[in-house]
């Protein structure tokens, strides 16, 4: 009866909380903890707190056990938690010791909010991204996250080759976010977006009275950039004037800006891009060899999204997230028909595309699934995925590996559930599950 008015209590709170006792192990899971982890009451009593939010913090810089440890709160500290499908969170957390009637301490409690809006709303605002924001489960993007670390934290130039739309600033950003020089400026510059007589200028800098406007000094990105990083996008577009300014600089950290005649020196990371094959432009003779070289010290090939559509679920469900927290809409997902209609497309314009389609939808659509007519008219007509064009990239397997995924996902991962929706029996699709290599949330697999 005191365990059943205590849990009453506890559930009537919004914040997640639970208690350990001086294991560690959970004493108390309130539905706020339930909601937030995904994972159940039942399964998460008598388990390691760690084991349940699996916090980046529980190996070495427990919170719990600090509070244990000192006898002091610890208040609103911000970690991340995975849940039981897997995903990132941020959460703020408030930890406190237990004490019984006498004074003895039994155990500690932390209270925990997720504070995914709050970041998400941050991040919009201050355009600042990293690494865990890269969303992927192909094994080429899969190989660079695994380097990813060690290439930030070197001061080698980078060349970041992919079609346009595929992350090439969002990575570019990772990059530097994970590097020594994070504390620094990362100086993006578009040299595609300006002429040349006015990118050197951007680059470099000029004196008061180096031309007619030139009223007072101006620093320049290189300037601006020093200790930091510098992202030059669409390297390929600058003249063979700019590329030799540029080669100076990358080999003596030197230039001059306009109307100087003293040199700056610099230190910046260089990090480029392009959508364009600069090795094709050099054989062509419209890119200097030696600048190619220069800047590409580590390259990077970002793979267009029809050559990883095993992605295109994971980041529907993502931006339908993002764009719920941004409009305050409840969409749950996507039925199968408009599924299979992006599944099919080419997506030229590849993740940037995928998003503003999934932006179009959220205009249209006025229930909890997105359907087929919701879609641009673009992307509707494109050919069913029986087709041949359709097959050259992913076998059937694969199609039906998306789909039941596609299912179980908007089922919460509840095989019951999923297989009533499909009308097969519940064993049918434990084994189509097995067959088809789906993983589960570890936390389902019980079900």
Request: hydrophobic content about 35%; charged content about 30%.
């Amino acid at each position: 009866m005191v365990e059943k008015k205590r849990d009453l209590i506890l559930d009537s709170i919004a914040d997640g909380v639970f208690t350990v006792d001086h294991d560690w192990r959970i004493t108390s899971f309130n539905h706020a903890a339930e909601m937030i982890t995904g994972v159940e009451r039942s399964e998460a009593i008598g388990q390691l707190c760690k084991d349940v939010l699996k916090a980046e913090i529980c190996e070495k810089d427990c919170a719990i056990r600090q509070t244990l440890t000192t006898g002091q709160p610890v208040v609103n500290k911000t970690v991340h938690i995975v849940n039981a499908e897997g995903q990132r969170i941020p959460i703020s957390i408030s930890t406190a010791v237990l004490q019984d009637r006498s004074g003895n301490v039994v155990g500690a409690v932390e209270t925990f909010r997720d504070i995914s809006v709050v970041e998400t709303l941050k991040k919009e605002i201050s355009r600042s991204y990293g690494f865990e924001d890269f969303i992927s489960k192909n094994h080429r993007m899969h190989d660079l996250f695994k380097i990813l670390p060690d290439i930030s934290q070197s001061n080698a130039t980078i060349l970041i080759e992919g079609e346009s739309g595929t992350g090439k600033e969002l990575l570019a950003k990772a990059i530097h976010q994970l590097s020594l020089r994070k504390n620094k400026r990362l100086v993006v510059v578009n040299c595609g977006a300006l002429p040349d007589t006015l990118l050197e200028s951007e680059f470099f800098g000029y004196k008061a009275g180096a031309f007619t406007d030139a009223k007072r000094d101006n620093p320049g990105r290189f300037k601006l950039a020093d200790k930091g990083t510098i992202f030059l996008d669409e390297i390929g577009d600058i003249s063979p004037a700019l590329q030799i300014r540029l080669l100076r600089v990358l080999q003596e950290g030197t230039y001059e800006p306009l109307g100087s005649v003293e040199s700056c020196r610099t230190d910046v990371r260089v990090i480029t891009a392009t959508n364009r094959h600069l090795q094709d432009l050099v054989r062509e003779g419209k890119f200097r060899e030696d600048l190619y070289y220069r800047i590409n010290v580590m390259r990077i090939e970002l793979p267009p999204l029809r050559e990883r559509k095993e992605d295109i679920p994971l980041l529907i469900e993502h931006f339908i997230t993002h764009f719920n927290l941004l409009q305050t809409k409840q969409i749950q997902g996507m039925t199968d028909d408009a599924l299979a209609c992006l599944m099919s497309y080419d997506f030229p314009g590849n993740i940037r595309e995928l998003k503003n389609i999934i932006e179009h939808t959220f205009i249209l659509c006025k229930k909890d699934l997105i359907e087929r007519q919701h879609l641009p008219e673009s992307v509707r007509q494109v050919p069913p995925p029986h087709s041949s064009k359709y097959s050259e990239v992913m076998t059937f397997k694969d199609v039906e590996a998306i789909f039941l995924t596609n299912v179980l996902r908007r089922n919460q991962w509840n095989r019951i559930q999923t297989a009533k929706e499909l009308g097969i029996h519940k064993s049918t699709l434990f084994r189509k599950i097995k067959s088809l290599g789906i993983v589960l949330p570890n936390h389902k697999r019980s079900h």
